[in-house]
Antibody, heavy 117, light 112 residues
Framework: EVQLVDSGGGLAQPGGSLRLSCAAS????????MHWVRQSPGKGLEWVAF????????KYADSVKGRFTISRDNARGSLYLQMNSLRVEDTALYYC??????????WGQGTLVTVSS | DLVLTQSPLSSPVTPGQPASISCRSS???????????LSWLHQRPGQPPRLLIH???NRFSGVPDRISGSGAGTDFTLKISRVEAEDVGVYYC?????????FGQGTKLEIK
């Protein structure tokens, strides 16, 4: 069974940092591209970042470019999102998600990031 | 960026009746590899999204055949032939044809 377990969320001050993690199991992690997607409270979905299976191809949404860094450790089966220079508008539930069939197919349960002073 | 526009944004439906949601893209979603990466997701309250349909019309594992997808180019439709109580929640279309991946605004399906 495919499982994605998100963790690392919490309260941060504006300008602060957080590192999110996603532990994958139930599939061969190193062969799948991965994403982070976020959802602000009561709002819709916003794609945040992508990393290819090898880690060589990386893409970001303009809203986080230069502040967030996506990475992965294929030996550990883990995906990460380093978030720096956090803003109030980064407050959201962050989901890691797997790309299969050329599209996002499995989602983690999400980890909540709150940016507030 | 590719903009996806869903309609309606809210849909009250009587159990047993059909429901239909439209998703229109600002540009064609056909990829250079010949595929069209348009998927449909369902999100129940307090739950992560769940994939229903991928590449326009392919049902994901465990999705009942009363749920179907169709369309091409810029116009796509999700249909539920007979709505059941478990279908409540928000439905999103999503495109993975080009970065940044984008989502429709969501359509809230409610049971009358």
């Amino acid at each position: 069974e495919v499982q994605l377990v998100d963790s690392g969320g919490g309260l941060a001050q504006p300008g602060g940092s957080l590192r999110l993690s996603c532990a994958a199991s139930g599939f061969t992690f190193r062969t799948f591209d991965m994403h982070w997607v976020r959802q602000s409270p009561g709002k819709g979905l916003e794609w945040v970042a992508f990393i290819s299976d090898t880690g060589y191809s990386i893409k970001y949404a303009d809203s986080v470019k230069g502040r967030f860094t996506i990475s992965r450790d294929n030996a550990r089966g883990s995906l990460y999102l380093q978030m720096n220079s956090l803003r109030v508008e980064d407050t959201a539930l962050y989901y890691c998600a797997r790309e299969g069939f050329g599209e996002v197919d499995y989602w983690g349960q999400g980890t909540l990031v709150t940016v507030s002073s | 960026d590719l903009v996806l526009t869903q309609s309606p944004l809210s849909s009250p439906v009587t159990p047993g009746q059909p429901a239909s949601i439209s998703c229109r893209s600002s540009h064609s979603l056909e990829h250079s590899d010949g595929n069209t990466y348009l998927s449909w997701l369902h999100q129940r309250p307090g739950q992560p999204p769940r994939l229903l349909i991928h590449k326009i019309s392919n049902r994901f594992s465990g999705v009942p055949d009363r749920i179907s997808g169709s369309g091409a180019g810029t116009d796509f439709t999700l249909k539920i032939s007979r709505v059941e109580a478990e279908d409540v929640g928000v439905y999103y279309c999503m495109q993975g044809t080009q970065f940044p991946y984008t989502f429709g605004q969501g359509t809230k399906l409610e049971i009358k």
